[in-house]
C-alpha cells in the first residue's frame, strides 16, 4: 500500500512538489483516534524517543544523585543545536558525574546553528563532542553509568550493559519487541531499532498519561515530559521546529523530531501519542506534518491557542532576495 500525498510545495500557485507520509495517533491503551499509512511498519524513530531513552536517568536515581536541572534533564532529551549554553549544560552534566567531554562517544560536528557554527570557527576552535546534537543525551547516559558503577566505556555499544538497559526500557514502554535483524546504528553510534508508528504513538501516549507504565516510571516519563515542555530551546535550540511548537503549547503539547522525517508528539491533557514518518525523509515535510496532526487534535480543553500550529503548518517560502514565491501546505488525509 502507497502511502497517501500528504504534504505539497507550492511555487505560486501551482504544486512543485508533493510528500508522502503516514501518521497515526492513539491512546494508552492502543486504541487509534487517527491513522493513514503504514502504520504497521517498522521504522527507526531515531531521536524521536530520546525522552523514553533518559528513562534510566532517572529511574535509575542518577538524575537525583547529581542534581541535574530541569534544563539538563530536557538537554537529555534534546536534538540540540550546538549553540553555547548547550555545549556548556552538557559540560556541567559530565562535571556532576566526575567526567571530562573526552569521555563522550557520540563524535563531534559543527553545530547545526549556522551562527553557533561562525561564532566557534571565528575563535579559532573546532567542534567537539559536546557540539553534537545528542551530547546531551549522552551526557545522561553517561551520568547512569557512573551513578551505577558501570563502565562507561564503549558505553554506545549494542551489547553494552547501559544499551541493554536503554532498549529494555523502550521495549516495554512501546509494547513493541526491538530484535536484532531490526536494529541500525544511529548517527551518534548507539543502536536503533526499527518499530511500528503505532507502537511509538502508544508509547508516548503512556509516556504521557503513564498508563501501563509502573508507578516508578510513571513518575520519570512525567518528569522528563514536563522538564521538555518547561524549557523547549534545551530540547532544539533558536528558530527550530520543536522550540516553536511546545512554546505555542505551553505546557500541553509535547513534540520530538527524528531524522529521516519522524516526528513524534503527545498531548498529555488528551492522553494521546502521536507518531509520523514523511516516506522520503525530509525534515520540512514532516515538520509540516506534525504541525497539521496538532492542530487537528487541539480542543478548548488543551487551553492552547491553535493559530501557531496552522501558520506552521503552512509556511510561506522565501528566495535569497527575501521575496516569497509560494509555500507548504498539508493535504488529503492531513485536512479530512
Not at 487517527?34 to 524513530?45: C, I, K, Q, S, W
Not at 564503549?154 to 509494547?175: D, N
Not at 498519561?209 to 516508578?216: F, I, K, R, V
Request: glycine share 12%; charged share 20%.
Amino acid at each position: 500500500m502507497a502511502n497517501p500525498v500528504v504534504v505539497e510545495v507550492l511555487r505560486g500557485a501551482v504544486v512543485e512538489s508533493r510528500h508522502r507520509g503516514a501518521a497515526v495517533v492513539c491512546d494508552a491503551a492502543g486504541s487509534v483516534v487517527l491513522a493513514f499509512g503504514e502504520v504497521e511498519r517498522p521504522v527507526f524513530p531515531r531521536s524521536a524517543v530520546k525522552a523514553m531513552q533518559a528513562l534510566p536517568l532517572v529511574e535509575s536515581g542518577a538524575a537525583d544523585g547529581y542534581a541535574l536541572t530541569v534544563q539538563e534533564l530536557a538537554l537529555a532529551c534534546a536534538s540540540h543545536s550546538g549553540e553555547v549554553r548547550h555545549a556548556e549544560t552538557a559540560a556541567g552534566m559530565l562535571r556532576k558525574a566526575g567526567l571530562s567531554p573526552e569521555a563522550l562517544e557520540c563524535g563531534a560536528h559543527w553545530p547545526t546553528s549556522h551562527r553557533a557554527t561562525i561564532a566557534l570557527a571565528r575563535e579559532g576552535e573546532q567542534p567537539s563532542g559536546l557540539h553534537n546534537n545528542c551530547s546531551g543525551k549522552h551526557s545522561g547516559f553517561l551520568c547512569v553509568c557512573c551513578h551505577e558503577g558501570i563502565d562507561h566505556h564503549g558505553y554506545v555499544g549494542r551489547a553494552h550493559p547501559l544499551q541493554e538497559m536503554v532498549r529494555e526500557t523502550i521495549a516495554q514502554v512501546t509494547g513493541a519487541a526491538h530484535m536484532s535483524e531490526l536494529c541500525g546504528t544511529d548517527g551518534c553510534s548507539i543502536p536503533t531499532y526499527a518499530v511500528p508508528l503505532r507502537n511509538l504513538a502508544q508509547g508516548f501516549a503512556r509516556m504521557a498519561t503513564g498508563q501501563g507504565l509502573s508507578s516508578a516510571r510513571a513518575a520519570a516519563a512525567r518528569r522528563l515530559m514536563a522538564a521538555c515542555m518547561a524549557e523547549p530551546w534545551f530540547v532544539a535550540g533558536t528558530n527550530r521546529h520543536d522550540t516553536k511548537m511546545m512554546a505555542a503549547g505551553r505546557g500541553r503539547v509535547f513534540t520530538k523530531t527524528g531524522a529521516e522525517g519522524v516526528f513524534c508528539a503527545a498531548l498529555p491533557g488528551q492522553g494521546l501519542g502521536i507518531a509520523l514518518k514523511c516516506d522520503d525523509g525530509t525534515a520540512r515535510a514532516a515538520e509540516v506534518m506534525i504541525a497539521a496532526v496538532i492542530e487537528r487534535l487541539l480542543g478548548q480543553q488543551d487551553e492552547v491557542d491553535p493559530r501557531p500550529f496552522h501558520d506552521l503548518a503552512r509556511p510561506q517560502m522565501k528566495n535569497w532576495n527575501g521575496i516569497a514565491f509560494g509555500g507548504m501546505r498539508p493535504v488529503g488525509p492531513l485536512i479530512a
